[in-house]
Each structure stands twice: as C-alpha cells, then as structure tokens.
C-alpha cells in the first residue's frame, strides 16, 4: 500500500488519512465539501477525532467500513447536523455553520439513514416539501416547481403512488419517495445515509443506477453503503473507515484489496473482477467445508468454486 505522497492517483492510507493538516487530493481535483481537523460525535460521545476528508467535485463518494465505526457520523456533519467540537466543515470554502439553513438546502440535499412522515400527507404532497428551499414571500409555487417534482418522481417510479398516503406504503416504496423529495431540490450536492436500506436487490441496482445517472450529469453524491461490492461498482471514489479514522480513500481499485478489507471488516477474503464491469469484487473465503475456490486465468476471470463431497452422518429415521 502507497500513501498519496508517493503518487497523485494511490489511496490515501492509515494515519495521514486523519491528520489535522487537512486533507490531500489528486492535483486538479477541486472539492467544495471538505472537513479539516475535526472532531465529531453525538450525546456527548467523540466518534471522530482530528478527522480531515476531501469530497472531490463530481465524484461519486463512497464511505464504507464496519458498522458504528462513523460512516453516519461523517456524513451528518457534512451535511450541517452534527457541528464539530473543534475543526470545521467547509462548504465552498466558508463553514457550513456560517450559512443560513435554506442556503445550504440549495447546495445540499439530505437522504438521512431514517425518516418520517406527517400523518396523512401524500406522496406528491411530500415530494413537493422538497422545494421549500426556493420558496420566498414572494416567489411562490411555479411552473419549474411543479416540474421538478414531476420529473423526481418519473425518476425514482412513484409517479402511480403520487395520490397514495405515504403511510399506507411499503418501506421499499417510502424510501423511493424520499429519494424522489430530495432530487426535487435540486441541489448539486446529493448526500445519502444507507439509502438503498429497506428495497429489495432489484430496487437496490435501480436506485444506484438513478445515482450513476445523477453522477454522470455532474453532480456530486456521498453515499453510505454496507455493501462493498456495490459500493466499488457505483462508486468513483471510496472512503473507508474504521473506529471514527479513515484508513484508505482513493479509487475502488486501489481501496477494496484483500488487505485493506482484511484491515477494515477484519474479513480473509479474495478480490476478483466483476464479470460485467470488471471493478473490484470481494469474495469471502469463510470457514473450509471441502470447498475450494479457484480464479480462472482468462482475462477478467472470475473465481470458480469447487465443491468436494461432504460425508455428513444420515439421520435416524427414528423419531
């Protein structure tokens, strides 16, 4: 493993990744979302000390690690809900605190990891709270108002549910809508707390395809995900964490290896290529059964397993 020192395009990793002296990015990379030397936490518990992260301008950020070791907690004080004890969050180079609420609405948009719904409000009814930030006194509801919920909606497949209770749906069906309200802000800072929790894998890939979309037409996303595999076919631009410090960041090539997993989840496994895409693709060895896997030699093989009979004892068949 290489620190950024040694090369513009290597992971950031251990230590360096937290300094205090701010963070590191490839040259002409620009980032608008940054925190430097800060110390974040909740309920009077520090989750994150001296932490410092670069969100580079038009990626598709990734954060991963464990669970409770920060990932919720970083994106909350990227997003203004948790304030730093020391240090700072930067949005555009001036502390996010410094900025009005609805000023950072229209810059940054929020799927936070739970959400809940007025009693008795409609889905369009709560698509259309996405646009509070470009209300006024006197800019009232427009045309591009309308619009915008209209095509959030077309976006993430709610459009049938519009006149629906927002009680009366499904989980997989309430997180769609939320996603749906937060593109109708229309921000060009998307951040997503765990946002395919609650969908079904088929509703999974379509929403991180709706975020590679979103990413390809210029937006920034930061996402937390669980899933690693995913996480390096969507993302451009991982950030792995682990108890509050971040241990490596970079592309998913050089972030999911076998060691730095190993290091981060503690889990023995074996990194292959997606047999479609071809990113980086984590297989867990788990305990010996009589199994054996092998990587085929072909380029962009994949791993191949290979079973030996198991001689289990036969059940009694008396009862």
Avoid at 160 to 181: F, I, K, N, P, T
Wanted: net charge negative.
């Amino acid at each position: 493993m290489t620190s950024s020192a040694d090369s513009g395009n290597a992971p950031t990793v251990g230590p360096d990744a937290t300094s205090a002296v701010g963070p590191s990015l490839a040259p002409g990379t620009t980032s608008a979302l940054r925190v430097e030397g800060a110390t974040i936490g909740y309920d009077h518990k520090t989750i994150s000390e001296g932490l410092s992260v670069a969100i580079p301008d038009g990626s598709f950020t990734v954060i991963v690690g464990p669970n409770a070791c920060g990932k919720s907690t970083l994106l909350r004080a990227l997003s203004r809900l948790i304030k730093p004890t020391a240090g700072s969050v930067l949005l555009d180079g001036k502390s996010i605190s410094a900025y009005r609420a609805k000023e950072v609405a229209k810059r940054l948009g929020l799927l936070p990891q739970t959400s809940l719904a007025p009693d008795g409000i409609t889905v369009a009814d709560l698509i259309a709270r996405g646009r509070y930030p470009h209300q006024g006194i006197i800019r009232q509801w427009s045309d591009a108002d309308e619009q915008a919920v209209l095509t959030a909606m077309e976006a993430t497949g709610v459009t049938e549910l519009s006149a629906r209770l927002v009680d009366e749906l499904s989980g997989g069906q309430r997180q769609r809508v939320w996603v749906a309200m937060v593109l109708a802000q229309e921000t060009s800072l998307l951040l997503l707390d765990e946002p395919t929790t609650f969908l079904d894998i088929a509703h999974q890939i379509e929403l991180l395809e709706l975020f590679t979309d979103l990413h390809l037409a210029g937006n920034t996303l930061v996402a937390v995900l669980h899933d690693l595999n995913q996480a390096a076919r969507y993302g451009t631009h991982l950030i792995a964490m682990k108890d509050g410090r971040i241990v490596a960041e970079g592309p998913p090539e050089e972030v999911v290896t076998e060691e730095i997993v190993s290091e981060v989840f503690g889990l023995a496994c074996r990194v292959v290529p997606d047999p479609v895409v071809g990113t980086p693709t984590v297989v867990p060895l788990g305990r010996d059964r009589g199994q054996r896997a092998t990587v085929s030699d072909e380029p962009g093989g994949v791993a191949r397993l290979e079973r030996d009979t198991l001689r289990l004892p036969r059940a009694s068949a008396a009862s």
